[in-house]
C-alpha cells in the first residue's frame, strides 16, 4: 500500500528497545525511588494509531491517574471501585501502532504520518509529565520496571476509548493474558474512557455478560470526543482555534508547519 508520508526529520525518537533506557530516565527513577518499599505502583498503558496525538489522549493518563491515587478533588469518588487497591504512584507509557497496521485505516489516501512521525509527536506532547515515556511494546516497560524494582508490587492496566472497547468487547478478557502484550505474565486489568455515546453501549455489552464495574474492569469519566480524525480535518482547514482545544500547541505546530496542507487534505 502506497503512502504519502514524507521523510521524517532526522531528530527523531531514540532508540527506546533496551531496559537500560527505560532505568536511565530519571524522572521515573525518582517517581519511584520516592515509593515505599512493598507500596502498589500503577502501570497506565495505551496502545493506538494517535495520527497524531490529541489532547484527549493525554487527558485520558490524567485522568487515570486522578482516579487511582485517589486525587482529593480532581475525580469523582463514585468511579473509584470498592476494593482497588491504594497505589503511591502512578506511571503511563505510550506505543505505536506499526504503520502497516495503520495503513488499513486509510486505504489509497495514504498514511499522512509514519511510525517515526507519530512516535516523535507523542513524546513531545508528553515531554512536560514526568510520570510519563513512550514504550517500543505495550506492556515492555512493566516486566522491565518488575524485573528491576522487585521491591514494588508494579499493577499493570491497558487504558481505551469506550468506543474501542465497546467494538472489540473487551469486558470478555477480564482475568485473560492479552498475547499481544510483551511477554504477559498477568492477567488483563482495564481502564476504560467513557465517550459520548460509547460509555452506555460498553455497560449495556457488560450487563448482558454478567460483567460489573471492579478493580479489574474500571469505568472512568467521559471526556470530550476529541478524535485524531477531527484534529487532521482542522489541520487540513488550517483552524488554529479549533486546533487549540484539540492537539498539544506544540504538535499542532509541527504539524502545521511541517506537514504540507495536501497531505492532511488526503
Known amino acids: 500500500l502506497q503512502t504519502r508520508a514524507f521523510v521524517a526529520p532526522a531528530t527523531m525518537l531514540e532508540d527506546t528497545s533496551s531496559a537500560s533506557t527505560l532505568l536511565s530516565n530519571e524522572s521515573i527513577s525518582?517517581?519511584?525511588e520516592m515509593?515505599?518499599?512493598e507500596s502498589n505502583v500503577a502501570v497506565v498503558t495505551m496502545l493506538g494509531s494517535l495520527c497524531p496525538i490529541t489532547l484527549a489522549h493525554i487527558k485520558s493518563f490524567h485522568e487515570a491517574r486522578n482516579l487511582l491515587l485517589a486525587t482529593p478533588?480532581?475525580?469523582?469518588p463514585s468511579l473509584r471501585p470498592v476494593g482497588l487497591e491504594a497505589f503511591s504512584c502512578v506511571l503511563g507509557f505510550i506505543s505505536v501502532n506499526p504503520d502497516d497496521y495503520v495503513s488499513r485505516k486509510f486505504g489509497p489516501t495514504g498514511l499522512p504520518l509514519h511510525f517515526e512521525q507519530r512516535a516523535f509527536l507523542?513524546?513531545?506532547?508528553?515531554?512536560?509529565l514526568p510520570w510519563m515515556a513512550m514504550e517500543p511494546v505495550e506492556g515492555q516497560r512493566v516486566c522491565e520496571l518488575r524485573q528491576h524494582y522487585r521491591h514494588l508490587n508494579f499493577c499493570h492496566f491497558t487504558m481505551n476509548g469506550a468506543?474501542?472497547?465497546?467494538r472489540s468487547k473487551k469486558w470478555?478478557?477480564?482475568?485473560?493474558?492479552?498475547?499481544?502484550h510483551y511477554q504477559p505474565s498477568s492477567p488483563c486489568r482495564f481502564i476504560t474512557m467513557g465517550r459520548p455515546g460509547d460509555t452506555q453501549r460498553v455497560l449495556d455489552g457488560m450487563g448482558q455478560r454478567g460483567v460489573t464495574i471492579s478493580p479489574d474492569f474500571i469505568l472512568g469519566p467521559e471526556l470530550p470526543d476529541v478524535s485524531s480524525t477531527a484534529a487532521r480535518k482542522a489541520l487540513a482547514r488550517r483552524d488554529e482555534e479549533a486546533?487549540?482545544?484539540m492537539l498539544h500547541a506544540k504538535v499542532a505546530k509541527w504539524c502545521l508547519t511541517k506537514v504540507p496542507q495536501s497531505i492532511w487534505q488526503g
Request: net charge negative; charged share 40%.
Open 73 to 76: 478533588g480532581a475525580h469523582d
Open 163 to 166: 468506543d474501542d472497547v465497546f
Open 30 to 32: 525518582n517517581e519511584l
Open 172 to 180: 470478555k478478557r477480564i482475568g485473560k493474558h492479552n498475547k499481544r
Open 243 to 245: 486546533l487549540k482545544h
Open 35 to 37: 515509593a515505599e518499599a
Open 122 to 128: 507523542v513524546e513531545m506532547a508528553i515531554a512536560d
